[in-house]
């Protein structure tokens, strides 16, 4: 399947097909961000402002991740970390492995280690440097008047 070229409610449904034969038919985990079937596309699209018929473009994925990230209470040290509002690198990075399998925690390990094949594929020393260089580019964007939330 093409899912980039794929209407967002087509894969939603997908996704429901896949939680109604318990993983026989269906997709679970979808996109670069590996989007689950337990609700998370469902939060992501909304978070984004995107509806049924947007497409699975990398565009609307990326403000999706972003939208996610930053509108929802679903990872909040993640989120406040990257806007500023703490400043433990520790807690962000937690957060990041408690929401995506294949980063580490601060064991260096996935959170979901040995579930489903799942294991932690992001070095943790990359993933902190993308924790910190995000914030850094969130900080210039508000401070140059830019909302990061549209």
Same mark, same amino acid.
């Given at each position: 399947?093409?899912?980039?070229?794929?209407?967002?409610?087509?894969?939603?449904?997908?996704?429901?097909?896949?939680?109604?034969?318990?993983?026989?038919?269906?997709?679970?985990?979808?996109?670069?961000?590996?989007?689950?079937?337990?609700?998370?596309?469902?939060?992501?699209?909304?978070?984004?402002?995107?509806? +049924?018929?947007? @497409?699975?473009?990398?565009?609307?994925?990326?403000?999706?991740?972003?939208?996610?990230?930053? @509108?929802?209470?679903?990872? +909040?040290?993640?989120?406040?970390?990257?806007?500023?509002?703490?400043?433990?690198?520790?807690?962000?990075?937690?957060?990041?492995?408690?929401?995506?399998?294949?980063? +580490?925690?601060?064991?260096?390990?996935?959170?979901?280690?040995?579930?489903?094949?799942?294991?932690?594929?992001?070095?943790?020393?990359?993933?902190?440097?993308?924790?910190?260089?995000?914030?850094?580019?969130?900080?210039?964007?508000?401070?140059?008047?830019?909302? +990061?939330?549209?």
């Amino acid at each position: 399947m093409k899912l980039t070229s794929m209407r967002l409610g087509d894969i939603q449904k997908l996704q429901q097909r896949f939680n109604a034969t318990n993983g026989k038919e269906g997709v679970f985990a979808v996109g670069f961000a590996q989007w689950t079937a337990n609700g998370q596309l469902d939060m992501a699209i909304k978070a984004a402002g995107l509806g +049924p018929d947007d @497409k699975f473009t990398p565009q609307n994925q990326l403000k999706m991740f972003w939208a996610y990230i930053l @509108k929802t209470d679903k990872q +909040p040290d993640l989120r406040d970390y990257l806007l500023g509002k703490h400043n433990s690198l520790d807690r962000a990075q937690e957060a990041f492995a408690n929401e995506w399998a294949a980063a +580490p925690g601060l064991n260096g390990k996935s959170k979901y280690e040995g579930k489903a094949g799942n294991a932690a594929t992001i070095p943790a020393s990359k993933l902190q440097a993308a924790l910190l260089n995000a914030r850094r580019e969130l900080k210039q964007l508000i401070d140059s008047g830019v909302d +990061p939330f549209q």
